[in-house]
């Protein structure tokens, strides 16, 4: 695909509207006015009226924001939780993601809209042949088929599921969770905290909390985050989790 696709869901009685913008096409978005025409209409009266655009380029879009005072916030949803501001008056901001999410500040229910760019490209081989005098070290050397990895992946998941979540699951709930997958049946609190442990000091590296009631809190939290930061766990590796337990509804009778 070439330039992008924009989607507006429909709202308010309107109409979805999906527009397609070739390479240095424009998109101008808003309330509109009459003086003031704008492809995507946002009808919420928190939204200015000419409020920014969205310029295609050839492998990537920009983001302008005409407003004064609010600063937009443009997610990616396959991200957990990765976003990035818009300042107010900033034209002309590169947005990298593939898939993103423009949300923008009103009094009701945030506006927003999604744009769809053009797939990223990769090098199909290394651009330098590696050699044993030239080997690089990974960074977090991670087995996937592990335990360890597994405790991880279930801390990780309530963030990869809705990235408006911020808890951490706690050890006794990553224990539970982590029980019903086959070689993991006896796998107690202690256990669990072992493997943060591990992963905290031999595989990610963390910086340990000072306070030690908040030790083993503050190092999941360090573990997810860190995890995350850097995609070591992704959303397919919720596959390695058990199944999630499906509600059941009693109808009395």
Known sequence: MSGVVIHVAAAGGGAAVTL????G??????RGAPDHPVELLLGDRSVPRLAGEIRACDDHWQLSNFSSTQSYVVENPEGAGEYFRVAPRRIGAPVPFEFARVVLPSQG??????????AHMYYDAMPLPATPATATLMAFPLDESSTYFQVLVALCEPRLRDVSVSAVPTTRQVGERLRARPGLQ???????????DYLARNKLRVRQPAADGQRMD???EAVVSLALRF???REEHLSLLPPRPTAISVVAS
């Open 231 to 233: 995609g070591l766990v």
């Open 218 to 220: 503050g190092k999941r």
């Open 186 to 196: 006896e796998i107690t609190e202690a256990g669990v905290n072992f493997h943060i």
């Open 20 to 23: 397609e913008l070739g390479p």
């Open 109 to 118: 229910a945030p506006q927003s809209f999604q744009v769809f760019a053009p």
């Open 25 to 30: 096409a424009v998109a101008r978005f808003g």
